[in-house]
């Protein structure tokens, strides 16, 4: 009974990480960061933030946005929480769905990032 149980949890893990894959929406994503302006901080393209220490997010990973985002819903005093009075804010109103589809618009955007040598 237990492996049933197990087996089953595992399969629906799978399949909904499987559905949220499939489900992500590049053009909802676009329209999500144009309604809340992100591009005010995080510079045109999102390549070019209006402050060195802001980040680029053209062509970062889609998952890495995701869970960036999730992370600073949660908070800096949960676990793998953010702490980002900035970024809490932004990412307060957004659904899980809001963040993947996010995610896939921002990675689908020609990208500058490097890694330092
Ligand atoms: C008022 C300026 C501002 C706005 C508007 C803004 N951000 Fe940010 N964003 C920041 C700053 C500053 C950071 C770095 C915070 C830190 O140090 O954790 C950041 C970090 C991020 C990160 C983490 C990047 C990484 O490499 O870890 C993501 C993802 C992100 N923002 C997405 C968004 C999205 C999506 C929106 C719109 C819903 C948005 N931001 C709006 C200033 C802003």
Same mark, same amino acid.
């Not at 087996?7 to 309604?35: F, P, Q, Y």
């Not at 676990?79 to 996010?102: C, E, H, V, W, Y």
């Given at each position: 009974?237990?492996?049933?149980?197990?087996? #089953?949890?595992?399969?629906?893990?799978?399949?909904?990480? =499987?559905?949220?894959?499939?489900?992500?929406?590049?053009?909802?994503?676009?329209?999500?960061?144009?309604? $809340?302006?992100?591009?005010?901080?995080? &510079?045109?393209?999102?390549?070019? @933030?209006?402050?060195? +220490? $802001?980040?680029? #997010?053209?062509? *970062?990973?889609?998952?890495? %946005?995701?869970?960036?985002?999730?992370? $600073?819903?949660?908070?800096?005093? *949960? =676990?793998?929480?953010? +702490?980002? @009075? %900035?970024?809490?804010?932004?990412?307060?109103? #957004? +659904?899980? *769905?809001?963040? %993947?589809?996010? &995610?896939?618009?921002?990675?689908?955007?020609?990208?500058?990032?490097?890694? +330092?040598?």
């Amino acid at each position: 009974m237990k492996k049933l149980i197990i087996a #089953l949890a595992l399969g629906a893990v799978s399949a909904s990480v =499987t559905t949220l894959a499939a489900a992500a929406d590049v053009k909802r994503g676009e329209e999500l960061v144009k309604k $809340y302006n992100c591009a005010s901080c995080h &510079g045109a393209d999102f390549n070019k @933030p209006i402050d060195p +220490s $802001y980040p680029k #997010l053209a062509g *970062q990973h889609a998952d890495y %946005i995701a869970h960036a985002l999730n992370a $600073y819903k949660r908070g800096g005093d *949960q =676990t793998n929480g953010r +702490s980002n @009075p %900035i970024m809490a804010g932004f990412a307060k109103p #957004l +659904s899980n *769905q809001d963040m %993947i589809d996010i &995610g896939a618009y921002l990675a689908s955007l020609p990208s500058q990032l490097v890694v +330092s040598k």
